[in-house]
């Protein structure tokens, strides 16, 4: 199994710690918003007196509950074509496993999610990746290139939509591109779609669910993790709208049993959220991406791309190896006893090499802590270029 690169630097963060270094954390998803009061409220005041097993495809109504949010959004799905998830990694772990066999090939444009490698490893998936360019600010690469990739044993073309780690947001042609090469070659359109609410600049979310004649083909992968800032939860689905599939599906999640009961009231209730909260929070992370973006350009030799969507952004810097100069920041630099940690890019890329000049950061922090950050990697940079 390949490391986390989101989290195999945690030792030497610990350590630095230890030392009484106070670091701050770019390297990993886990937003500072509030949960929904509502979530919390449900599992405060449940009245079960048994903590007992759920429905293995979660209960009922928050299947029903959670076809109404997707009837929001133009989706029309029924409580049978979802399946409850121990959040959105076991969705994504349940549909390799359903639609794919040992040997199989899997085709997903990088840099992507690091946990994808994993999940295609656990299941002897093979991951043909494609690379998409920073200087594109990683738009879908040709179309032309997702074909000659095909092979008899290509059974999917996942995407992320909008990106982790890169924050791109697929517009509605490359996502139509997508839908015709996966119905010309019988293949299955995985969406890994957690962050459908947080599109910037006016921008729409076009889900694959949306797209016509696309019954047999697409799978959505989502959570409420990071739309609900309700990543301990644990609670993801799958959607699609093929029954084989779903029925496939459900044999792994009879195996784990059900997903976690009251991370499911949290869950159902978080639907009840209102719209404002969701305004507030886009808001909010427009806001903070601007002002990382603005600072981040006062670097030298630094190349960035803008993302339209969720709250990561990569970074090219001017090093031969990000994960030595990531380390290098929590083993041998503070500024008055702070240092940053950030995520090296090479990790969300299969292609050996690829990324090595690059850093995930992950705008989940207030705009104070943001431009002290940014400041503390420029400073680090330059210390670094002369060690």
């Excluded at 937003?31 to 097993?53: C, F, G, Q, S």
């Excluded at 159902?268 to 808001?283: H, S």
């Excluded at 969507?309 to 030595?324: I, N, Q, R």
Aim: hydrophobic content about 40%; some cysteine.
């Amino acid at each position: 199994m390949p490391p986390s690169p989101i989290r195999k630097l945690v030792p030497y963060a610990e350590a630095a710690k230890k030392k009484g270094v106070h670091v701050i954390h770019l390297n990993i998803g886990q937003p500072d918003i509030k949960t929904p009061k509502v979530a919390m409220d449900a599992v405060r005041n449940h009245t079960l007196e048994v903590l007992a097993y759920s429905r293995t495809e979660g209960s009922e109504t928050y299947r029903t509950k959670i076809a109404g949010y997707y009837k929001k959004h133009d989706i029309h799905l029924s409580a049978e074509d979802l399946i409850v998830t121990t959040g959105g990694s076991e969705a994504l772990a349940f549909t390799m496993g359903s639609i794919m066999d040992n040997g199989d090939e899997i085709i997903i444009p990088e840099p992507f999610y690091a946990n994808y490698n994993g999940f295609a490893t656990a299941n002897g998936v093979k991951v043909v990746p494609i690379i998409s360019s920073i200087d594109r600010n990683f738009a879908l690469p040709p179309i032309e290139e997702f074909e000659q990739k095909i092979t008899p044993r290509t059974k999917a073309i996942l995407i992320c939509n909008p990106g982790n780690p890169t924050g791109y947001l697929y517009n509605h042609e490359e996502i139509q591109q997508l839908v015709a090469l996966v119905k010309k070659h019988d293949l299955f359109l995985i969406a890994d779609e957690v962050y459908r609410e947080f599109a910037y600049d006016g921008k729409k979310h076009h889900s694959i669910l949306s797209e016509p004649g696309m019954e047999n083909h697409a799978i959505v992968i989502d959570s409420v993790s990071k739309r609900y800032s309700m990543c301990g939860a644990r609670i993801g689905c799958i959607a699609s709208k093929n029954k084989e599939f779903i029925q496939t599906a459900l044999k792994f999640a009879q195996a784990r049993l059900s997903p976690p009961t009251l991370a499911q009231i949290a869950g159902e209730a978080a639907l009840d959220t209102p719209q404002q909260y969701f305004d507030d929070v886009i808001t909010e992370y427009v806001s903070r991406r601007n002002l990382l973006l603005e600072e981040l350009k006062q670097i030298d030799g630094i190349k960035i791309a803008r993302p339209s969507g969720a709250f990561y952004c990569v970074v090219e810097l001017p090093v031969a190896d990000s994960d030595d100069f990531a380390q290098w920041l929590l083993e041998h630099f503070d500024i008055d006893g702070e240092t940053v940690m950030v995520a090296p890019a090479g990790g969300f890329y299969a292609t050996e090499g690829a990324g090595k000049n690059q850093i995930r950061i992950a705008y989940v922090l207030e705009n104070t802590q943001l431009k002290k950050a940014v400041r503390i990697l420029k400073e680090g940079l330059a210390a670094y270029s002369k060690s």
